[in-house]
């Protein structure tokens, strides 16, 4: 299977939102409102601050997507790339589509000093996300996530 990881672009904005509300409804058993997702993909594409999407294809059909936001490490002095967003159609996981868009995502690290790693959050209770991060080498050890949310 040939996959082809690139950035993604304002046309693919559908798709990815229609991937973030399989993935809430698979993954918290979370029904989101279609058009706050539609709202909140298109945001990021009016606004590049806010993250970037990737995806990838697989003969022309987007099989795969993740958003890059950026947090500021004054510790690093460096940006750390947050993935967040990450969905595979489930035909396709377990065919190495996340490895190579992680890998992609850790060449663009490493080729800009300015970026000092990556990180991502889950649900605790998904353990095949947890199996796959861990294959990366990604540690889920060092951190655990807080949070209030409104």
Request: hydrophobic share 40%; net charge neutral.
């Given at each position: 299977?040939?996959?082809?990881?690139?950035?993604?672009?304002?046309?693919?904005?559908?798709?990815?939102?229609?991937?973030?509300?399989?993935?809430?409804?698979?993954?918290e058993n979370?029904?989101?409102?279609?058009?706050?997702?539609e709202?909140?993909v298109?945001?990021?594409?009016?606004?590049?601050?806010?993250?970037?999407?990737?995806?990838?294809?697989?003969?022309g059909?987007?099989?795969?997507?993740?958003?890059?936001?950026?947090?500021?490490s004054?510790?690093?002095?460096?940006?750390?790339?947050?993935?967040?967003?990450?969905?595979?159609?489930?035909?396709?996981?377990?065919?190495?589509?996340?490895r190579?868009?992680?890998?992609?995502?850790?060449?663009?690290?490493?080729?800009?000093?300015?970026?000092?790693?990556?990180?991502?959050?889950?649900?605790?209770?998904?353990?095949?996300?947890?199996?796959?991060?861990q294959?990366?080498?990604?540690d889920?050890?060092?951190?655990?996530l807080?949070?209030?949310?409104?």
């Amino acid at each position: 299977m040939e996959t082809k990881i690139r950035y993604a672009t304002i046309e693919d904005w559908q798709i990815i939102a229609r991937f973030q509300v399989l993935m809430a409804e698979e993954t918290e058993n979370l029904i989101l409102k279609k058009d706050i997702s539609e709202n909140g993909v298109k945001a990021v594409f009016k606004n590049p601050q806010l993250g970037r999407y990737y995806v990838a294809e697989n003969d022309g059909k987007i099989i795969a997507c993740l958003l890059t936001t950026f947090e500021w490490s004054d510790w690093r002095y460096a940006t750390v790339w947050w993935l967040q967003s990450v969905y595979v159609l489930p035909e396709y996981r377990k065919t190495g589509v996340f490895r190579e868009m992680y890998l992609h995502i850790k060449n663009l690290v490493l080729s800009n000093e300015n970026v000092g790693g990556i990180r991502l959050y889950m649900i605790t209770s998904n353990d095949r996300a947890r199996k796959a991060y861990q294959a990366m080498g990604m540690d889920g050890e060092h951190y655990q996530l807080f949070e209030w949310m409104k």
